[in-house]
T-cell receptor, first 112, second 116 residues
Framework: EPEVTQTPSHQVTQMGQEVILRCVPI?????FYWYRQILGQKVEFLVS????????KSEIFDDQFSVERPDGSNFTLKIRSTKLEDSAMYFC??????????FGPGTRLTVL | AQTVTQSQPEMSVQEAETVTLSCTYD???????LFWYKQPPSRQMILVIR??????QNATENRFSVNFQKAAKSFSLKISDSQLGDTAMYFC?????????????FGGGTRVLVKP
């Protein structure tokens, strides 16, 4: 069964460093998303992406964040200068028609 | 703004018994979807079941079923014959209806502990 994959599973970085989180969505899906979940809290929407552009972003998704679909299969989230409060689980999700979303296993980001 | 509320932070149930998780939401939309996701200790988000608002019949997926009350904006999840592997956080989720996007708004989650 096709699934969303994410790499790395765990990323440790120093505050101020740039990180890139990678996702491979399900191949025939057209809608892509990033969410994050701070430990013990609810899952929060970051950004949605469709037709090679951002379709919606939350107030969390400020200028430090960017997304890219560089090669038709990968979908990346970049954080330019990480802060301590960026420590969270980051989930990529994809959807064929924009309704059901299938999540990847997540990347745990730890900012020291 | 859309809100999704799960009023039970934690529930425990004996193996083989039934547990019902509540979820209420607020929307002005008429046609939409609702979802329940399971998050086991591995923290992966797993889609459990979905309900389409225009369908009167409640969705069922094996031991999981929903009780969808559209007028009351209520969407509860029933887990029958609970198994140890059902131990997890359960999140109710509601998409913002948009031409392209449908971001999900999640409730705060209910932790379910299945006891042997």
């Amino acid at each position: 069964e096709p699934e969303v994959t994410q790499t790395p599973s765990h990323q440790v970085t120093q505050m101020g460093q740039e990180v890139i989180l990678r996702c491979v969505p399900i191949s025939n899906h057209l809608y892509f998303y990033w969410y994050r979940q701070i430990l013990g809290q609810k899952v929060e929407f970051l950004v949605s992406f469709y037709n090679n552009e951002i379709s919606e972003k939350s107030e969390i998704f400020d200028d430090q964040f960017s997304v890219e679909r560089p090669d038709g299969s990968n979908f990346t989230l970049k954080i330019r200068s990480t802060k301590l409060e960026d420590s969270a689980m980051y989930f990529c999700a994809s959807s064929e028609q924009g309704t059901e979303q299938f999540f990847g296993p997540g990347t745990r980001l730890t900012v020291l | 703004a859309q809100t999704v509320t799960q009023s039970q932070p934690e529930m425990s149930v004996q193996e083989a018994e039934t547990v019902t998780l509540s979820c209420t939401y607020d929307t002005s939309e008429n046609n939409y979807y609702l979802f329940w996701y399971k998050q086991p200790p591995s923290r992966q988000m797993i889609l459990v079941i979905r309900q389409e608002a225009y369908k009167q019949q409640n969705a069922t997926e094996n031991r999981f079923s929903v009780n969808f009350q559209k007028a009351a904006k209520s969407f509860s999840l029933k887990i029958s014959d609970s198994q140890l592997g059902d131990t997890a956080m359960y999140f109710c989720a509601f998409p913002k209806i948009k031409a392209a996007g449908n971001k999900l708004t999640f409730g705060g989650g209910t932790r379910v502990l299945v006891k042997p």
